[in-house]
């Protein structure tokens, strides 16, 4: 069992044709609404994967928070939620005609989930737990994360952090976050270029045994104790990479699972990412052959 603790996001993908040239400003364009959030977007990619993965995370009292977690059932997600007044987490998703994207998050009472609302018998039988930063950047999820992580290792599981952010990283303090990890001792730490920068050369390679590099288009390194490695990543033209990174890090994590190969993880991982980087959106129908499935 996969577990992975975190935002469970409803995303609002905005598409204005208005964007395109001689368009006036009230043209019709598209919105459509999907699930989201890095925790939530891992765990239906493991799902898709085959793997079996449980999802924890706090909502609101809402519609919002219904529907997403009826499609979280839909992709065989375990939804353990916790529901609290308030709203759930939300990101709306502009694509601007250049193909970048710009972003407005609103986390809602995601970052409220305590310590106390985690149940032992969600992590008894963890084989993995994933955390996405943003898990740690705020209380009190972070606690919440933390005795998480506390029932995942008495469990015997591994545990993995993925950074997600460089900008939300630089605003909640490298050193912070370096001695934060340094508690955690996460096996496994994923990190894009941008990210991996903010840290002196060598560092991630000091917070956990195993430190994944995502080079997006260029594929993904990985550093071990027998030194760090490169893997060629799969040609695609990517649009939109807003949702690849938390499919790269499902592909990663299951394939290593299974294998015990850095090899093997880092070229499922690889192309999952270049399918789900060429379409729009974070939970793209895509091609999953060639790729580590449980």
């Known amino acids: 069992m996969i577990v992975t603790l975190g935002d469970l996001t409803l995303e609002i993908l905005v598409k204005p044709d208005h964007d395109a040239p001689g368009r006036p400003p009230d043209s019709i364009g598209s919105v459509t609404m999907t699930g989201g959030g890095a925790a939530g977007n891992f765990a239906v990619w493991i799902s898709r994967l085959g793997g079996n ?119 909640y303090g490298v050193s912070r976050f370096t001695a934060l990890l340094k508690t955690f001792k996460p096996d496994v730490v994923l990190a894009r270029q941008d990210e991996a920068a903010l840290f002196p050369t060598g560092a991630l390679g000091d917070l956990a045994p195993i430190a994944v590099l995502k080079l ?42 299974k294998t015990g190969s850095l090899e093997q993880a880092c070229a499922s991982a690889n192309r999952l990412y270049a399918r789900v980087a060429a379409h729009h959106g974070s939970r793209p129908k895509v091609d999953l052959r060639g790729l580590v499935r449980w």
């Open 53 to 171: 993965c449980r999802f924890i995370g706090k909502v609101g009292r809402d519609p919002a928070a219904e529907l997403l977690v009826v499609d979280l059932l839909k992709e065989g997600v375990l939804a353990e939620t916790v529901s609290e007044q308030g709203s759930t987490a939300t990101l709306v998703h502009t694509v601007r005609r250049s193909g970048h994207a710009t972003l407005m998050p609103d986390r809602g009472v995601a970052v409220k989930l305590k310590p106390e609302d985690i149940r032992e018998d969600w992590l008894n039988d963890a084989d993995w737990l994933h955390l996405p930063a943003t898990s740690l950047w705020a209380q009190p999820i972070a606690a919440a994360a933390a005795r998480a992580v506390r029932l995942a290792r008495q469990a015997g599981a591994r545990v993995s952090v993925s950074l997600t952010s460089a900008n939300s990283l630089r605003d």
């Open 216 to 257: 997006g288009a260029n594929g993904s390194g990985a550093a071990d104790g027998n030194g760090y490695r490169e893997y060629q990543g799969e040609e695609q033209r990517a649009v939109d990479r807003s949702g690849a990174d938390e499919a790269f890090d499902a592909a990663w994590c299951l394939a290593y699972l």
